[in-house]
């Protein structure tokens, strides 16, 4: 079974909207780590968010918002006001413990156009 | 400012010649990295684990003999691409835990793409 699910390949949504890009994990761990990069043209995977699972409150990053319902095993993302610079690909990540050794389970990623 | 550096960003090489990238922690010790191969609009395919002090942990059907690492220092880990044909063309991404950020966070150094011609 898939670690990490990222049903949607490609998402649209106007400049100043707002946008939920979906991610399911599956884990018989209690102990996880949810994670969301964003990877630009440019390749580089820039870290955006982190909820963990004993985190009772959803992360949030400006304009970013990890909406986590743990019994449905979710952690969407939610960008708030988009702007052009926010189109790029999103993977959805997670880490089963916290050693550092652990691997890292990656989602086949979102990519999101932003329309003026 | 980043977290981990990646050099080069871009490398182009003649097939049957090596070419070396490294990744570095910037003010952290990490005593495990990662090297990732992505293919265009894939995901990233993790390729090994790179303990330091010890032999990298290599992902089954990555061949260990051309994927060279090296994690020779807490700091540096190398990543030698042995004989290169155009087929080992792709981008390459390291990452690091940061120990002490939020769930030990992985940050990935800016990538290298490759072109073996």
């Known amino acids: 079974a898939q670690k990490i699910t990222q049903t949607q390949p490609g998402m649209f949504v106007q400049e100043k909207e707002a946008v939920t890009l979906d991610c399911t994990y599956d884990?018989?761990?209690?102990?996880?780590?949810l994670f969301w990069y964003k990877q630009p043209s440019s390749g580089e995977m820039i870290f955006l968010i982190y909820?963990?699972?004993?985190?009772?409150q959803n992360a949030t990053e400006g304009r970013y918002s990890l909406n986590f319902q743990k019994a449905r095993k979710s952690a969407n993302l939610v960008i708030s006001a988009s702007q052009l610079g926010d189109s790029a690909m999103y993977f959805c990540a997670m880490r089963e413990g916290s050693y550092p050794g652990n691997q890292f389970y990656f989602g086949t990623g979102t990519s999101l156009t932003v329309i003026p | 400012g980043a977290v981990v550096s990646q050099h080069p960003s871009w490398v182009i090489c003649k097939s049957g010649t090596s070419v070396k990238i490294e990744c570095r922690s910037l003010?952290?010790?990490?005593?495990?990295m990662f090297w990732y191969r992505q293919f265009p609009k894939q995901s990233l395919m993790l390729m090994a684990t790179s303990n330091e002090g010890s032999k990298a942990t290599y992902e089954q059907g990555v061949e260990k003999d051309k994927f060279l690492i090296n994690h020779a220092s807490l700091t540096l880990s190398t990543l030698t691409v042995t004989s290169a044909h155009p087929e080992d063309s792709s981008f390459y991404i390291c990452?690091?835990?940061?120990?002490?950020?939020?769930?030990?966070?992985?940050?990935f150094g800016e990538g290298s793409w490759l072109t073996v011609v």
């Open positions: 909820q963990g699972s004993y985190d009772e």
């Open positions: 003010d952290f010790q990490a005593t495990t």
């Open positions: 990452s690091a835990s940061k120990p002490k950020s939020s769930g030990n966070t992985i940050y």
């Open positions: 884990t018989s761990d209690q102990s996880y780590g």
